[in-house]
């Protein structure tokens, strides 16, 4: 098994309380702590706004973070969970992607996604599109960024976005282009996208969810005459490790506390649920086993978020001790 590591960005006010000056530099730190350890990716999300609920808190943008952390960084990828199509025009996006992919020296993944946050969207300008439109623009995107990265120009007449002679050089330092990381589980178009064009997917990584996606992503495969052992298939996980239930429960009392301060008692018992129920909850001991299912199933990458790494690197420490030295 893989595995990747969220740096704590402040959307999921995971920054609050850390002076704006110390921000980047706590990311920072902990980047360059991921890239002398065990880790192979490091990983942010695309999000503008606080989640559930806006607020002023900082929230640092994903692109311009994939920037710095690609001159901050000597050996770990470099990732989005995930980039959403329509916030950035896409050929824009594949020559910000390239010259990333330069910087980093080759480091570069692209997770791409039709985006959900409704709220962001607006706030932004977007619009909000309904789902079949979202998706719709995902795909021609998608595309747009392939002949950009293979052939150093694209066009496209598309009903969404169009691109006539647009020119990409340098192209991307990986040959083929960027991996690209189609994200999301939807049934009919997403995951149908992602057999035609993904070199990874994302989507739910409980063993139930996991294994039932996989054999759709299978069947759209089939369909499309593409190889689906050849799409390394991952899923994310919010971890809540302690070296015994007891202290598990500390964390888990701790990050309520600090929700608690921007959200009411159904938002963060809402958010604790995405911890609680997922399968990087618990003793070292009973993450390994729930992992281990996992990987059975074909889950071969794993990406974890730590709600307290700014504040606390013990939980990462007993998890590179203890997790992935068991399932590596």
């Excluded at 009411?264 to 299912?293: C, H, N, W």
Aim: a negative charge.
């Amino acid at each position: 098994m893989r595995f990747g590591m969220f740096i704590p960005q402040g959307w999921r006010f995971d920054l609050v309380g850390v002076d704006e000056a110390e921000q980047w530099p706590t990311m920072k730190r902990l980047a360059q702590r991921a890239d002398a350890g065990p880790w192979e990716s490091v990983w942010v999300y695309d999000h503008f706004h606080t989640t559930p609920v806006p607020s002023e808190e900082a929230t640092h943008e994903a692109w311009t973070l994939m920037s710095a952390l690609a001159a901050s960084t000597e050996r770990v990828r470099l990732g989005q969970m995930c980039t959403c199509m329509a916030y950035r025009n896409p050929m824009y996006l594949a020559k910000v992607a390239a010259t990333v992919d330069h910087v980093s020296g080759g480091r570069l993944e692209m997770g791409i996604g039709a985006g959900w946050y409704e709220h962001e969207w607006r706030a932004y300008g977007y619009g909000f599109p309904r789902a079949g439109v979202r998706l719709a623009m995902l795909d021609e995107g998608v595309q747009i960024m392939r002949q950009a990265w293979t052939e150093g120009v694209a066009t496209l007449d598309g009903e969404h976005y169009q691109v006539d002679g647009a020119i990409c050089r340098p192209l991307p330092r990986q040959a083929g282009g960027v991996p690209l990381w189609i994200a999301g589980g939807g049934e009919k178009v997403t995951l149908r996208i992602a057999a035609k064009y993904a070199r990874y997917t994302n989507f739910d990584g409980t063993l139930e969810g996991f294994t039932h996606k996989s054999a759709i992503l299978a069947e759209h495969c089939r369909s499309e005459g593409t190889d689906f052992d050849a799409i390394a298939r991952s899923a994310n996980y919010n971890v809540m490790i302690g070296a015994t239930e007891a202290e598990v429960a500390e964390r888990m009392d701790a990050l309520a506390d600090r929700l608690g301060r921007y959200m009411d008692a159904d938002a963060v018992a809402g958010q604790l649920r995405g911890f609680r129920d997922m399968p990087a909850y618990g003793t070292p001991e009973q993450i390994v086993e729930k992992l281990t299912a996992l990987r059975e199933a074909g889950m071969t990458y794993g990406i974890y978020y730590f709600p307290e790494a700014a504040y606390d690197t013990s939980a990462i420490e007993l998890f590179e001790r203890e997790v992935i030295p068991a399932l590596g």
